[in-house]
């Protein structure tokens, strides 16, 4: 039986004496897209970064395709795209100079990335734009270059932080069909979003974490048994299994007021 593609083994990190992300163990098959859902501040991103290589674990594993992040960073690296939800670009490039960057950092990249991106430039309505400055790029344009930069190098693993950032319907939905076709192909996506429904649509499983410790994790049924609802949606899972018992209360309240119920 194969190894999974990513495993996290006790991952901790600290920040002086508070614990950002604490003692969380996971894994993630290929061809499996695993949502990582959890309230703002509960270690959301500073699990994607340890991920991404940008900051070290305090304690804990990174295993990427059977390899150590700790003791092989650099071939973890090129089998990991990381598409993070505030890209930053060289804005003095063209769209076609970044990705050319882009490909001329990876060994397979420039034989085979740079004929992917025009096939992603296409999709996203780019083609035109290629030719152009970055600085000239609205968000949602930067999104979808950056995209294109990880998308066509065909790495097993990707991480995804908040895909649908200044994106547009068209462009959401075909993120979402070109993230469903990798998987189908292979790849491993770990997705972090705030959409319920975007969870609900593309993940294989779900993760949720609370305080920077894994609450839950497993398919929508197996979170459904965990709420003891089996009518319930991603979003009122997610509320019950976080604790905002209180929400309710807010929303009866601030319905009242705006009727001006006493």
Not at 9 to 22: E, S, Y
Not at 103 to 132: I, M, N, P, V
């Amino acid at each position: 039986m194969p190894l999974p593609l990513l495993q996290l083994q006790n991952l901790t990190k600290k920040f002086g004496t508070f614990t950002a992300v604490n003692d969380i163990s996971l894994e993630i098959e290929a061809g499996e897209i695993y949502g990582f859902l959890g309230p703002n501040g509960a270690g959301k991103t500073t699990t994607i970064k340890m991920l991404a290589g940008l900051l070290l674990p305090t304690a804990g594993e990174i295993i990427i395709d059977s390899k150590k992040l700790r003791e092989q960073p650099s071939e973890c690296k090129s089998q990991t795209g990381y598409i993070p939800d505030r890209p930053y670009l060289y804005e003095k490039l063209t769209g076609s100079e970044y990705l050319g960057f882009v490909a001329s950092l990876y060994e397979r990249g420039t034989q085979t990335g740079l004929k992917e991106a025009d096939h992603y430039l296409a999709l996203f309505d780019l083609s035109e734009w290629k030719d152009h400055l970055i600085e000239g790029y609205s968000h949602g344009m930067r999104q979808k270059l950056i995209m294109t930069s990880i998308l066509m190098l065909n790495q097993p693993l990707i991480i995804v932080d908040e895909p649908m950032v200044g994106l547009d319907p068209k462009s959401g939905k075909i993120v979402k069909e070109l993230f469903k076709a990798k998987a189908r192909a292979g790849t491993a996506i770990f997705l972090s979003t705030h959409s319920m429904e975007i969870a609900e649509e593309l993940c294989d499983r779900i993760g949720i974490i609370v305080n920077g410790k894994i609450k839950t994790s497993g398919s929508i049924s197996h979170l459904r048994r965990q709420a003891a609802n089996d009518s319930s949606n991603l979003e009122d899972i997610f509320l019950q299994l976080t604790g905002a018992f209180e929400l309710q209360n807010i929303i009866q309240a601030l319905r009242e007021e705006n009727t001006g119920v006493e």
